[in-house]
């Protein structure tokens, strides 16, 4: 199974990033089986929420320091999912990382992801 995120780096205060996860062997296959996270862990905290989208796409979910401001998308047909991230703010610098699970309930929860991403940092400077 491999989850491989890309697209964080230094970003001024107000600026934007993508990121990008692509999916590859996961068991419950096809990709559209999986429920997909973004999650995000700063130095010194614990692993928190960002946000997350279902099987089909058709449902979001966000935490509420990020709505409004943040995007997440998948396309079944690539077996990604990505996270617009705009508006960007100091306290979003964080490592990122991507989850895979399969069901469709209590996605916010990181203990119900079997599968994650090596992450990808997110640096926005003031």
């Known amino acids: 199974v491999q989850l491989q995120a890309s697209g964080g780096g230094l970003v001024q205060t107000g600026g934007s990033l993508r990121l990008s996860c692509v999916v590859s062997?996961?068991?419950?296959?096809?990709?559209?089986?999986?429920?997909m996270g973004w999650f995000r862990q700063a130095p010194g905290k614990e692993r928190e929420f960002v946000a997350a989208?279902?099987?089909?796409?058709?449902?979001?979910y966000y935490r509420d320091s990020v709505k409004g401001r943040f995007t997440i998308s998948r396309d079944n047909a690539k077996n990604t999912v990505y996270l617009q991230m705009n508006s960007l703010k100091p306290e979003d610098t964080a490592v990122y990382y991507c989850?895979?699970?399969?069901?469709?309930?209590?996605?916010?929860?990181?203990?119900?992801?079997?599968?994650w991403g090596q992450g990808t940092l997110v640096t926005v400077s003031s």
């Open positions: 989850g895979a699970r399969d069901g469709g309930s209590n996605l916010q929860y990181p203990r119900y992801y079997r599968f």
């Open positions: 062997g996961l068991p419950f296959s096809p990709f559209s089986r999986n429920a």
């Open positions: 989208i279902t099987r089909s796409g058709d449902t979001t």
